[in-house]
């Protein structure tokens, strides 16, 4: 009786082709991942298909999203101006002429070179840490913004002399003592109590590093480790990633979005004198 239900079943499947296609479609669509992962590739997928100007030299899929709960200081709004005035008003000369990323050095707004230098002039900043140094144009674009002295502490897990691309760096740059580059992981509580000095003492921290939504994650909970210090900023590169918004958003502390004169992925400012909040 079962095995005559079944071959009465698979006749009428067989007598039926958009039967047919609608059962391979379930039997398709449940082998498919519908997790965060998949569905930001779907996403970016698409969006190479949305605009009618393919004539763009990088794109990434983002989201919109309304800003309740977000939190703005008189400071950060004056400093945010300033900034991006004296941004709009320089020209930097720092690094390499001839690497791939030189072109980007004075791009305003679309790069953050410029709004960054400018935010740590405005700011008086006599000590930095960034972390994440790559080819270090970002490093000399911090380095040149010290209205006097500065130190910049810059952390990587590669050196910048052993990366696989030519950096801007050259050996004079560490000889005065401004700019020191220290190798290892941040994220891994061990290294960053090992460091915390630094990052107390620094007034800005800026943090371009690898988006894999891990690291940043791991370090917003670092960060809320370290002592309040007036005035101390941290500087979060591509917030409008898919992968940041959410960290992003979950910033209580008072934040301003700089993205329109900062870095066309995203640029934003959070005010940590009195601790990070998430």
């Known amino acids: 009786i079962i095995m005559k239900k079944k071959i009465a079943k698979l006749s009428k499947i067989i007598r039926n082709p958009f039967l047919v296609c609608r059962i ?16 930001r590739t779907i996403n970016e997928i698409l969006s190479k298909k949305l605009l009618r100007d393919s004539n763009i030299r990088d794109y990434r899929p983002s989201l919109i999203y309304s800003l309740e709960g977000s939190e703005l200081t008189d400071n950060l709004i004056f400093m945010a101006t300033d900034a991006i005035k004296r941004a709009s008003q320089i020209e930097l000369n720092c690094g390499k002429k001839n ?8 791009e305003f707004p679309g790069e953050h070179y410029r709004i960054l230098s400018s935010i740590v002039n405005i700011t008086n900043a006599t000590e930095v840490v960034e972390i994440g140094t790559y080819t270090g144009l970002g490093t000399l674009s911090i380095k040149e913004g010290f209205a006097n002295n500065g130190k910049i502490y810059t952390f990587d897990l590669i050196a910048w002399n052993k990366l696989n691309k030519e950096s801007h760096f050259v050996d004079g740059d560490f000889k005065d003592g401004s700019i020191k580059q220290i190798i290892g992981d941040l994220s891994e509580t061990n ?3 090992k460091n915390i000095n630094i990052l107390n003492n620094a007034e800005i921290i800026f943090m371009d590093a690898p ?9 917003m909970r670092q960060f809320q480790k370290l002592n309040n210090k007036e005035g101390k900023l941290l500087v979060l590169d591509d917030i409008k990633f898919i992968n940041m918004i959410d960290l992003w958003r979950s ?3 008072p934040k301003i979005d700089l993205s329109s004169f900062g870095h066309w992925s995203g640029t934003g400012i959070i005010d940590i004198s009195k601790g990070l909040k998430i």
């Open 251 to 253: 910033v209580k502390s």
């Open 191 to 193: 290294f960053f109590e």
């Open 99 to 106: 690497l791939s990323d030189s072109k980007f050095l004075n």
């Open 24 to 39: 391979l479609f379930k039997k398709i669509f449940a082998l498919i991942p519908f997790n965060r992962q998949y569905s």
């Open 211 to 219: 988006k894999d939504d891990n690291f940043e994650y791991e370090m």
